[in-house]
T-cell receptor, first 109, second 116 residues
Framework: EDQVTQSPEALRLQEGESSSLNCSYT??????LFWYRQDPGKGPEFLFT???AGEEKEKERLKATLTKKESFLHITAPKPEDSATYLC??????????FGAGTTVTVRA | NAGVTQTPKFRILKIGQSMTLQCAQD?????MYWYRQDPGMGLKLIYY???????DKGEVPNGYNVSRSTTEDFPLRLELAAPSQTSVYFC???????????????FGPGTRLLVL
């Protein structure tokens, strides 16, 4: 059975304190790994798609990386507006995404 | 583009009542999805559609039905609502990225459903 595990469940950071979120997965065949940001009361917002080990993508203070067993979302010098829940999902076939439970990040000024 | 829209935003149902959650997208995406999100859990796939007239079950389809008569609309029907269906429901569609092949999944704002 496909499994996606995100850690930690919650992360409290001081503004400017860089950190990383982890998404580990056990799937029969990875077609892609997605990262999303979700604000309270809203739908997930797409951030990145990674397709192969070694791939990296960046957007502002966020950088996503992928290995054969896990992905990391690095937050560099975070600001309070980076506070959100970050979700990862793996695509195992043409239609199905399996989601992790998310990491809730709180950045204090 | 309005993107993915969902109505209603919030609804309270009594046990045994039925309702339809509406979802529409104006991006001409073929793939559309319904998920539910429970506190502390990942999104679970209820149903999906690969195009008008084609639907299939996801991980948690029991108690739900869908139809896809047009590319734009993908309503989710709850028959005989139960407290276990209390959740937040998200509709989504996928852009296959054309020649680049990169996929982007767009989500609606969600419908919060409370069954009492």
């Amino acid at each position: 059975e496909d499994q996606v595990t995100q850690s930690p469940e919650a992360l409290r950071l001081q503004e400017g304190e860089s950190s990383s979120l982890n998404c580990s997965y056990t799937v029969s065949g990875l077609r892609g790994l997605f990262w999303y940001r979700q604000d309270p009361g809203k739908g997930p917002e797409f951030l990145f798609t990674l397709y192969s080990a070694g791939e990296e993508k960046e957007k502002e203070r966020l950088k996503a990386t992928l290995t054969k067993k896990e992905s990391f979302l690095h937050i560099t010098a975070p600001k309070p507006e980076d506070s959100a829940t970050y979700l990862c999902a793996v695509q195992v076939n043409d239609y199905k995404l399996s989601f992790g439970a998310g990491t809730t990040v709180t950045v204090r000024a | 583009n309005a993107g993915v829209t969902q109505t209603p935003k919030f609804r309270i149902l009594k046990i045994g009542q039925s309702m339809t959650l509406q979802c529409a997208q104006d991006m001409n995406h073929n793939y559309m999805y319904w998920y539910r999100q429970d506190p502390g859990m990942g999104l679970k796939l209820i149903y999906y559609s690969v195009g008008a007239g084609i639907t299939d079950k996801g991980e948690v389809p029991n108690g739900y039905n869908v139809s896809r008569s047009t590319t734009e609309d993908f309503p989710l029907r709850l028959e005989l609502a139960a407290p276990s269906q209390t959740s937040v429901y998200f509709c989504a569609s996928i852009d296959r990225g054309g020649l680049a092949g990169e996929e982007t999944q767009y989500f609606g704002p969600g419908t919060r459903l409370l069954v009492l």
